[in-house]
């Protein structure tokens, strides 16, 4: 039986560069976002597992002998092969939760979510844990931010802490603890399990942000993470503008079989860029030079016209733009563009007072704005003690 109180946490993450061009072939570096999803677990009452989503609304509680022998009639042969999510399986989690066919409310794919990753690894590597679990988030959902995936990294990890698959590796008296790299790619595989129960065909990429932290190379793929790269100030901005990822890319695809000797040395250079980029983030810890800034900003330049030239632009991020620019700071928008969200690099010698100027002008603008980081740690294990003021407070109110 689980008898600790602790907390696990993941980043987001955000798409430094190589939007589009990925889905062709090229690179694309995505880095984690010092933005974190947190989950609380504690014991619970013997023969009940509770979940508290408030950011979505859930709050649940079931008996667990009542979830045995639900996985029991629903998993099927080779339950013990980590078999991804089957439709059947998903359908009858669906119906026990009372959670309508097709159903994609974000509390509805978050719970749905829940299940299969709880009753599969529990199943696996124990039995159904009598444990009280609470998810509190600082990303915004639906922005493209890995949300799910940080969502996904904390349940993954806290349920195989709690059924013996992996270690409790934090002693008494730290305040924060990893995993081993074997029980890091553990937790990302199942991560990826519950980012298919939300996402249905994802990449990986977002969970295994989530779960190594920093930065990661994908190409094609195969993902790589890249060794000791810096911890960079940005500025996050959400334009609020909703917009749909599969109608950009379409769009993208048109204009490329339209234009093919214009449009493809563009995603050349967003492939040079991404890979020049690669190579200045893992220079910069050997020598911490500031020369490396202005480097890096006129990679977001570049970047931000080649991604209007492919028709991904937004009068939002074109304003965000001007307004980082008229503070002397230099942005790009990050994920699939027409609206979402943009980052603004903030170089050690950027003033508070330009930092708070930007800000205020962009809120000014209707947008939400957030200062943090990027090249974050991945997941994390925490005392409780240890936790912010306000995610503590967060907790709490939950």
Same mark, same amino acid.
Request: net charge neutral; charged share 20%; with cysteine.
């Given at each position: 039986?689980?008898?600790?109180?602790?907390?696990?946490?993941?980043?987001?993450?955000?798409?430094?560069?190589?939007?589009?061009?990925?889905?062709?072939?090229?690179?694309?570096?995505?880095?984690?976002?010092?933005?974190?999803?947190?989950?609380?677990?504690?014991?619970? =009452?013997?023969?009940?597992?509770?979940?508290?989503?408030?950011?979505?609304?859930?709050?649940?509680?079931?008996?667990?002998?009542?979830?045995?022998?639900?996985?029991?009639?629903?998993?099927?042969?080779?339950?013990?092969?980590?078999?991804?999510?089957?439709?059947?399986?998903?359908?009858?989690?669906?119906?026990?939760?009372?959670?309508?066919?097709?159903?994609?409310?974000?509390?509805?794919?978050?719970?749905?979510?829940?299940?299969?990753?709880?009753? =599969?690894?529990?199943?696996?590597?124990?039995?159904?844990?009598?444990?009280?679990?609470?998810?509190?988030?600082?990303?915004?959902?639906?922005?493209?931010?890995?949300?799910? =995936?940080?969502?996904?990294?904390?349940?993954?990890?806290?349920?195989?802490?709690?059924?013996?698959?992996?270690?409790?590796?934090?002693?008494?008296?730290?305040?924060?603890?990893?995993?081993?790299?074997?029980?890091?790619?553990?937790?990302?595989?199942?991560?990826?399990?519950?980012?298919?129960?939300?996402?249905?065909?994802?990449?990986?990429?977002?969970?295994?942000?989530?779960?190594?932290?920093?930065?990661?190379?994908?190409?094609?793929?195969?993902?790589?993470?890249?060794?000791?790269?810096?911890?960079?100030?940005?500025?996050?901005?959400?334009?609020?503008?909703?917009?749909?990822?599969?109608?950009?890319?379409?769009?993208?695809?048109?204009?490329?079989?339209?234009?093919?000797?214009?449009?493809?040395?563009?995603?050349?250079?967003?492939?040079?860029?991404?890979?020049?980029?690669?190579?200045?983030?893992?220079?910069?810890?050997?020598?911490?030079?500031?020369?490396?800034?202005?480097?890096?900003?006129?990679?977001?330049?570049?970047?931000?016209?080649?991604?209007?030239?492919?028709?991904?632009?937004?009068?939002?991020?074109?304003?965000?733009?001007?307004?980082?620019?008229?503070?002397?700071?230099?942005?790009?928008?990050?994920?699939?563009?027409?609206?979402?969200?943009?980052?603004?690099?903030?170089?050690?010698?950027?003033?508070?007072?330009?930092?708070?100027?930007?800000?205020?002008?962009?809120?000014?603008?209707?947008?939400?704005?957030?200062?943090?980081?990027?090249?974050?740690?991945?997941?994390?294990?925490?005392?409780?003690?240890?936790?912010?003021?306000?995610?503590?407070?967060?907790?709490?109110?939950?």
């Amino acid at each position: 039986m689980w008898a600790r109180d602790v907390a696990v946490s993941a980043p987001g993450k955000v798409i430094l560069h190589g939007e589009h061009a990925v889905v062709l072939g090229k690179v694309a570096l995505a880095v984690a976002l010092d933005l974190r999803t947190f989950l609380r677990l504690r014991p619970g =009452a013997e023969g009940r597992l509770s979940v508290s989503l408030p950011g979505v609304g859930v709050r649940r509680s079931w008996d667990t002998p009542g979830l045995r022998a639900l996985w029991g009639r629903i998993a099927g042969k080779g339950r013990g092969e980590q078999p991804l999510p089957r439709r059947k399986q998903l359908d009858a989690l669906r119906e026990f939760a009372g959670i309508a066919a097709g159903a994609s409310a974000p509390e509805s794919l978050a719970t749905l979510a829940f299940l299969y990753m709880c009753l =599969a690894i529990s199943a696996k590597y124990g039995d159904v844990p009598s444990v009280d679990i609470l998810v509190w988030s600082e990303l915004p959902t639906g922005a493209g931010l890995g949300s799910s =995936a940080a969502y996904a990294v904390c349940l993954a990890a806290a349920l195989l802490m709690v059924c013996g698959a992996i270690s409790c590796p934090l002693q008494e008296g730290e305040s924060t603890a990893r995993w081993t790299e074997e029980e890091l790619t553990l937790i990302n595989s199942w991560a990826f399990r519950g980012e298919r129960v939300i996402h249905g065909n994802p990449s990986g990429v977002d969970n295994a942000v989530g779960t190594w932290g920093g930065a990661l190379r994908y190409q094609a793929g195969k993902i790589t993470p890249l060794k000791r790269v810096p911890t960079l100030r940005i500025l996050l901005t959400n334009t609020k503008v909703p917009r749909s990822t599969k109608v950009l890319v379409a769009g993208v695809k048109e204009k490329i079989l339209k234009f093919p000797a214009i449009m493809n040395p563009v995603l050349d250079s967003i492939d040079a860029i991404s890979q020049e980029c690669q190579s200045v983030l893992e220079a910069m810890p050997a020598n911490p030079s500031p020369e490396h800034y202005p480097v890096l900003e006129e990679f977001f330049d570049i970047n931000q016209h080649h991604l209007n030239v492919l028709g991904v632009g937004h009068p939002s991020l074109d304003k965000l733009c001007q307004v980082t620019a008229s503070h002397s700071l230099h942005s790009k928008l990050t994920g699939a563009g027409g609206g979402g969200c943009g980052i603004t690099l903030l170089p050690p010698d950027t003033s508070p007072l330009a930092v708070e100027a930007a800000k205020q002008d962009l809120c000014a603008c209707g947008f939400e704005c957030w200062e943090t980081k990027i090249g974050a740690p991945g997941v994390t294990l925490h005392s409780c003690s240890s936790l912010s003021a306000q995610v503590l407070h967060a907790l709490a109110q939950s």
